[in-house]
């Protein structure tokens, strides 16, 4: 089993930026390639970054790529989302996630199903 926390959201104007933070406990966080996803209000979640358990990997959705930058940091069971140059169309609930990878640590995955733990998510708004 493992425990994840969101941290770091919050209200932001448009340009601006955030830093989300995904606290892990439980099982051994090398172990997990991890994943930031959100959803909009009315709107499915949908696959933001992320980052295999070596983090040698990243990956990204378009909508994103250039602005968002995932990364990890085993010695504090930590995983981070650095956003940059937020829109408004950002706003969402952000949730992390973790896979058990532990035979594939250059892989990555992207969709919510292939997932096995959850975060309760954190709220970040952009305003115009």
């Known amino acids: 089993q493992v425990q994840l926390v969101e941290s770091g959201g919050g209200l932001v104007q448009a340009g601006g930026s955030l830093r989300l933070s995904c606290a892990a406990s439980g099982r051994t966080f090398s172990r997990y390639a991890m994943g930031w996803f959100r959803q909009a209000p009315g709107k499915e979640r949908e696959f933001v970054a992320a980052i295999s358990r070596s983090g040698g990997t990243t990956y990204y959705a378009d909508s994103v790529k250039g602005r968002f930058t995932i990364s990890r940091d085993d010695a504090k069971n930590t995983v981070f989302q650095q956003m940059n140059s937020l829109k408004p169309e950002d706003t969402a609930v952000y949730y992390c996630?973790?896979?058990?990878?532990?035979?594939?640590?250059?892989?990555?995955?992207?969709?919510?199903?292939?997932?096995?733990?959850w975060g309760q998510g954190t709220q970040v708004t952009v305003s115009s």
């Open positions: 996630a973790a896979v058990d990878l532990y035979w594939h640590p250059y892989s990555v995955r992207t969709k919510e199903k292939d997932y096995d733990y």
